[in-house]
Structure formats: structure tokens, C-alpha cells
């Protein structure tokens, strides 16, 4: 027994004899390493930095005493953008359809559609400060939500509706902290309380037809996608090419280009600045769009849900350290309870994709007629 295991751990394998030679024997290869590009923190991280660079530079832009410019902003971007996925195409670093007309003619109103959302964005990002912005962004949840479940048949779980109930209570929560905050601050001044209030009404109201817009968007691409069978960059692509000509008459027509006017936007002492941190802010819409598509593809879409729920967090945050959003009790609150609802709804939507719930209104889509299914099935086309 003893002489059995010395030889058997001396053991050494020759190979097979093929006549009167002996092949050696075959070495299991290696696998290759990982590369560092597949490591998906490489991915997540890129997408929340480049999510917070992105609000960050729009509202520096924006936050300027007299910036008006806004639709020359949004072109700036635009163009920038499509300079940038051209120059990846054109590297082989991405790939996407070439022009057709046909296509941009289905198209064209989608794009309408994104030129109301990202102009009513601006407009409630120069009036609102990061953190509520952020905050009231989660309403847009519930919209779209609820227009799958009218027009696709979809359903919300009992779980994504109190995710909904802590997203409106954040809000409420936000806007009244704001509201006491501009009250307090400059009390002592009605004329001024009271601006700083209207300021603030202002804001709210750009940011729920921001709200609207945006759940009109996101629907409507979602029934054109169907016809079009569209890609992340084909969309990027005809978005913002499409886009290009109304933002620039908008911007001709209905601002003002007087000379007095383009000093209040672009003081000498911060044109460079301001000019630079446009060009970086359509960059970060590329580098958005790009490492979303990372994000899933070396990780999963519930990966990437979770991400989106968790990123609000930090882009919140940055809005009380880069800008002079006010720091209470209260607006820190709504702050962590519009990310827990970020949370319950990114949970909420993995467990219904695992487990499919059926119930009746408010959380499914009550049967349809024939009648019904037909003017819907229309609709789609």
C-alpha cells in the first residue's frame, strides 16, 4: 500500500504512443483573463458620474443671473452630440443607421416630443435647485406608469404603489422645505420673499409640464420604436439630428440675439467658462447614452434598474455641495425618502418582471372591448 501511493504521487503522464513515437500530452489552456472593461463597477461608476457632470454643467449654464438663452443652449448640445456619435462611428467605436428619409419622417414627432421634454427640463432646473429637480423627476415615474397600463396593458404591483405614495410624499415634503426656506431667508423683505416664491411657483410649474412631456415622450417612442425597430444610437441619432433645425429657428425667433442681451448670458469674465461647459454638457449626453449601454450589457437590466434608483442619491447631493441649495432637516428628509422610493420602485419592478401580479385598477388594466382594442391597435400605427 505504501509503495502504491509513492507512485501514485510521482505519477507523471507521458502522453499516448502512436507507433513508435509518444505525442505529448495536451495542456489545458488558461482562461484569459478579464479585462478590466468587463469588471461592471467600471460601467456603474461611469454612468453615475457621467448622469452628475451632466446636471451638474446644465445647471451651472443655467444658473447664471440673467442666462435666457435656452433653446441656443439645447442646439449647442445637440450638435455637439451628433459631432461626437458621428466621430464614433467613424472610428468603429460604436455603429448606428445611416440617414433615411422615410425614417425621419416617422420619426419627426418623437422628436417634437423630446424638444418639449428637454426644454420644459431647463427651464425647471434654472427655476428649481438639483435636489428638488431630482426629487419631483420621480413623479415622472408614476405618469409613465400608469400610461403603460392604459396603453399597453401593463400593471402596477402593490409595492410600486407605495414606492408612488413616498415619491409624492418626498415631493410635497421638498417643495414645502423650499418654500419655508425662501420665507425665513428673506422675510424680512416681502418684495424680496415674495419673488423668491414666485421664482419658486415658477419653477414647479415648468417642472409638472416637464412631467407631462416627458411621460408623452417616453410612451410615443415606445409605440414608434415598434415600427421603426430603433437601437439606442439610431434613436440618439435622430433625435438630436432632427431636432437640430427647430431648436435653432426657436432660438432665432423667439429669443433675444441683441447685443446687450448675449453680454447678460456670456459675461466676459465667464464666456469661456460658460461656452466650455456647454460643449461638455452634450458630451455628457453621449457619455450617458453609452454607458447605460454598458451598464446593461456587462451587467443586467435589473443591475441597471437598481443603478438608476441609487444614482438619484448622488446627483441630489451634488446639488448641496456645487450649488447653494439649502441644507435643512427637512429638504435632507425629502432628499432619503425620494431615494428609498427610488428603492422600493426599482425592487417592485424585479419581482413583477419575476412574477407577473394580476389584479384590477388602480394596479392592471381592466378587459377592453373589441371596440376599445381596435381605436388602440390604431393608435399603434
Known sequence: MADDKKRDDFTVEMGERNGNTFEPPK????????????????????????????????????????????????????????????????????????????EAKKWFPISLLLIGMIYTGSKALQFLSVPVYTIFKNLTIIMIAYGEVLWFGGSV???????????????????????????????????????????????????????FCTTTYVLGMRKRIKLTNFKDFDTMFYNN?????????????????????????????????????????????????????????????????????????????SGLVFFDAPVTLPSVSAIGLGFVSGIVYAVAKVRQASKPVMGVLPVSNPPMSASSLSARDSLRS
Request: net charge neutral; glycine share 4%; proline share 4%.
Open 27 to 102: 495542456l489545458s489552456a488558461r482562461p484569459p483573463p478579464t479585462p478590466a472593461t468587463h469588471n461592471p463597477a467600471f460601467p456603474i461608476l461611469s454612468y453615475c458620474v457621467s448622469s452628475i457632470l451632466m446636471t451638474v454643467t446644465n445647471k451651472f449654464v443655467l444658473s447664471g443671473r440673467d442666462f435666457n438663452l435656452n433653446f441656443f443652449l439645447l442646439t449647442v448640445q445637440n450638435v455637439v452630440c451628433i459631432v461626437a456619435i458621428q466621430s464614433c462611428k467613424s472610428s468603429g467605436i460604436i455603429t448606428y443607421r445611416d440617414f433615411k428619409s422615410d
Open 241 to 317: 439630428l432632427l431636432s437640430i433645425p427647430i431648436l435653432l429657428i426657436c432660438s432665432l425667433f423667439l429669443e433675444n440675439w441683441s447685443s446687450e442681451n448675449i453680454t447678460k448670458n456670456f459675461p466676459l469674465e465667464q464666456r469661456n467658462t460658460i461656452v466650455l461647459a456647454m460643449i461638455f454638457s452634450g458630451l455628457s449626453s453621449v457619455f450617458i447614452s453609452y454607458t447605460s449601454a454598458w451598464c446593461v450589457r456587462t451587467t443586467s437590466s435589473t443591475t441597471y434598474s437598481m443603478v438608476g434608483a441609487l444614482n438619484k442619491l448622488p446627483i441630489a447631493l
Open 157 to 211: 404591483t402593490g409595492m410600486a404603489l407605495f414606492s408612488f405614495g413616498l415619491m409624492v410624499l418626498s415631493s410635497i415634503i421638498a417643495a414645502w422645505a423650499d418654500i419655508q426656506h425662501a420665507l425665513q431667508n428673506y422675510g424680512h423683505s416681502d418684495t424680496e420673499a415674495s419673488a423668491k416664491v414666485s421664482t419658486l411657483n415658477a419653477g414647479y410649474m415648468w417642472m409638472m409640464v416637464n412631467c
